[in-house]
């Protein structure tokens, strides 16, 4: 299906239905706006537009292309591409908010059992044109002193087009200028749909509010497969799991540090004065969850002395403040589900991005507005993530998710 100029008009219809309107509901609605060829109508439905639970506003912020599949190399190309411009793509009037991006690139560090897997991604990356070196205990030891290596065997190091930046801001940036060039946004909820033949009619609000459809897109985080439930999907793999992160200061300042990877998975990165860390909790303690409620004692029991074994100086740090978010966590594969489903052809998917939807919004928002607007991908060959691939058991595994 692929949308046709002026099919739907005004009042309560609408060319395109985005329920979600974070990082991923807002690119795709500012991609589809900026297109020439997209004359159309969008409607942004969001439950809670100040984003005080948003997973954009409550994540790190990170981008990188140290990635183990290469559609998510290529998606982070664009992306990056996306964050240095972002004032030319996003300006409203002159005006964009400072995304405040820093280049601090990402280490991932990996013990003698995590060798090959290390070095196999190296080589893809390497492929790609990824800006990254593959560093033995000695390089490494050299190039970040304050590093403990004892038990290291490798390193691979994104010097450049990898750090992180202010989430909320460019968050706001996208939802501006999708605004300011036509998108309408509602605040409200999406509780009901109905279709026929195939297709999606309508989609109902919690506020009683009936708009009828050209295309809808599930762009829900966390929430989508409730979203797809009421489209009579109940086979998205797409569950909301707490992340937690930690803000700590050191006694002993090591200064300015990339996101550090850890083999067990504990992460940290500078923040100003201060560093951030988190670690994901292994699958058989990740359970579906919905409140924001952190746990400090995962932070002293698990995380710090992680910390303390790896640079000398955490030894001695202080917990300043703490927060949780959730990621939008494919269970299958952890990679994003883009595109149709193959049986309702104009309910769209851009969802299950595993804490990876900050940096994949700019390639994703573009490959949707094309599968609309065009019928096809054209920039970026995304079909590898479609839906389909779960009927056909063709996962497409992501073996970097931090």
Request: some cysteine.
């Amino acid at each position: 299906m692929i949308y046709m100029a002026g099919s739907i008009s005004s009042g309560n219809r609408y060319d395109v239905i985005i329920i979600g309107g974070g990082i991923i509901g807002s690119s795709i609605a500012y991609f589809l706006k900026s297109c020439t060829d997209f004359r159309g109508s969008v409607l942004v439905i969001e439950k809670s537009p100040a984003y005080f639970e948003s997973s954009t506003a409550l994540s790190v912020g990170g981008i990188r292309q140290q990635f183990s599949v290469p559609e998510n190399i290529e998606i982070s190309r664009f992306g990056i591409d996306f964050v240095r411009n972002y004032r030319d793509y996003l300006s409203v009037e002159g005006e964009c908010p400072d995304i405040s991006f820093v280049e601090n690139g990402y280490l991932f560090l990996a013990t003698e059992s995590g060798y090959d897997i290390l070095h196999q991604n190296y080589k893809l990356q390497k492929k790609h044109e990824v800006k990254v070196d593959f560093l033995g205990p000695v390089d490494l030891r050299s190039r970040f002193p304050w590093l403990s290596v004892y038990d290291i065997s490798a390193a691979t190091f994104g010097y450049k087009d990898e750090g992180w930046l202010d989430p909320y801001s460019l968050l706001r940036a996208f939802k501006n200028k999708a605004v300011s060039l036509g998108a309408e946004y509602i605040k409200d909820e999406a509780v009901l749909m109905s279709h026929k033949s195939g297709k999606l009619e309508s989609v109902t609000t919690a506020g009683g509010d009936t708009y009828y459809c050209g295309f809808v897109i599930n762009a829900a985080g966390a929430r989508a497969a409730g979203v797809a439930l009421l489209a009579g999907i109940d086979d998205l793999p797409v569950h909301s799991r707490k992340r937690m992160v930690y803000v700590f200061r050191s006694k002993e300042d090591i200064g300015s540090c990339p996101l550090v990877i850890d083999p067990t998975g504990v992460y940290f990165r500078s923040e100003g004065k201060n560093y951030l860390c988190g670690m994901s909790p292994p699958a058989d303690q990740d359970f579906d969850c919905d409140d924001l409620e952190v746990d400090n004692h995962w932070f002293d029991d698990v995380i710090w002395p992680v910390l303390a074994r790896r640079v000398e100086a955490f030894d001695a740090i202080r917990r300043e403040n703490s927060w949780a978010g959730h990621y939008a966590y494919n269970t299958l594969d952890q990679n994003a589900i883009l595109g149709p489903h193959p049986e309702l052809s104009n309910f769209f998917f851009a969802n299950g991005f595993s804490g990876h939807g900050l940096q994949q919004a700019p390639a994703v928002g573009r490959g949707i507005a094309e599968l609309i607007v065009r019928g096809r991908y054209q920039t970026l060959d995304l079909s590898r993530l479609s839906f389909e691939r779960f009927r056909k058991t063709e996962l497409v595994k992501e073996i970097n998710v931090v």
